[in-house]
């Protein structure tokens, strides 16, 4: 499945070594790194429960103006909004 992410330079970089070192795409590297992360939250000595929260908006859809298909506006939406919460 493709997917867009953003990673940090350095973490990429790295990732980027152990590919070209081990002759795998970058995209094996990266399933392998969240295969071992997710074992390790799945662990039973280190599972914890928690509890989903859901929200209800107010009004239900999509913001005029706002276009789900156009990646680039809705990244500079969600940064727009991360700067803009109270912390």
Do not use: C, Y
């Not at 970089?13 to 390790?40: C, M, N, P, Y």
């Not at 914890?48 to 506006?73: I, N």
């Amino acid at each position: 499945m493709r997917t867009t992410v953003n990673i940090d330079e350095r973490l990429l970089a790295e990732a980027k070594l152990i590919a070209a070192r081990q002759h795998r795409t970058i995209g094996s590297v990266l399933e392998d790194a969240l295969r071992v992360l997710i074992d390790k939250e799945s662990a039973p000595a280190t599972r914890q429960d928690f509890v989903l929260h859901t929200f209800t908006p107010a009004r239900a859809g999509v913001l005029p103006g706002v276009d789900l298909e156009d990646k680039e506006l809705m990244a500079d939406l969600l940064e727009s909004d991360a700067r803009h919460a109270p912390a």
